[in-house]
């Protein structure tokens, strides 16, 4: 079983829809989770953090965390096509910064 | 403050060759980590240091190495390079805690012929 789970995509979504995006995590003692959004040939860039259970929003974003059912998505509103890309989540256990990312979700938002 | 930075961003290598590449943490993160990602596997954990000491490791063969100097600069290694060492090669960096988020340089790419 892998340490995080995504499911590959592509996820197509229009323009100004609401794009949802899910992942699982197998460690329940994990800490801390993010999501992190990769375009095409660069690095990943961090979208958001969350710590607790529930909901965090910053913007177009929301971050939803379960503990219990050990799942963390994030909702993209009115999503544009400059949101196309690939979007990784990621775990942290309370190791010492030894993150696990899952293999990331393609999401294509169509003008 | 300025971002991670890793040197060179492009490196073309043949094999039995080895590779050194550099990262340079942002200022006043202790913690590097090093990742591997190519098409077929996403993005694989290498090591990370912190204070000069390698505090975890992925499950990569001995030829991958790497080191941290005093002022948290971090270099890996590749030797006797191989095909399959094409990759993305990522460096990031964070604080301390467990709780702290990584920041991703613009990473090195590696070619192998």
């Known amino acids: 079983q892998k340490e995080v789970e995504q499911n590959s995509g592509p996820l197509s979504v229009p323009e100004g829809a609401i794009a949802s995006l899910n992942c699982t995590y197998s460690?329940?003692?994990?800490?801390?989770f993010f999501w992190y959004r990769q375009y095409s040939g660069k690095s990943p860039e961090l979208i958001m953090s969350?710590?607790?259970?529930g909901d965090k929003e910053d913007g177009r974003f929301t971050a939803q965390l379960n503990k219990a059912s050990q799942y963390v998505s994030l909702l993209i509103r009115d999503s544009q096509p400059s949101d196309s890309a690939t979007y990784l989540c990621?775990?942290?256990?309370?190791?010492?910064?030894?993150?696990?990312f899952g293999s990331g979700t393609k999401l294509n938002v169509k003008p | 403050k300025a971002g991670v930075t890793q040197t060179p961003r492009y490196l073309i290598k043949t094999r039995g060759q080895q590779v050194t590449l550099s990262c340079s943490p942002i200022?006043?993160?202790?913690?590097v980590s090093w990742y591997q990602q190519t098409p077929g596997q996403g993005l694989q954990f290498l090591f990370e240091y912190f204070s000069e000491t390698q505090r975890n490791k992925g499950n990569f063969p001995g030829r991958f190495s790497g080191r941290q100097f005093s002022n948290s600069r971090s270099e890996m290694n590749v030797s006797t390079l191989e095909l399959g060492d094409s990759a993305l090669y990522l460096c990031?960096?964070?604080?301390?805690?467990?709780?702290?988020?990584?920041?991703f340089g613009p990473g090195t790419r590696l070619t192998v012929l």
């Open positions: 200022s006043g993160h202790r913690s």
């Open positions: 990621a775990v942290n256990r309370n190791n010492f910064n030894k993150f696990y």
């Open positions: 460690d329940r003692v994990s800490q801390s």
């Open positions: 969350i710590y607790s259970n």
């Open positions: 990031a960096s964070s604080g301390r805690d467990a709780t702290d988020t990584q920041y």
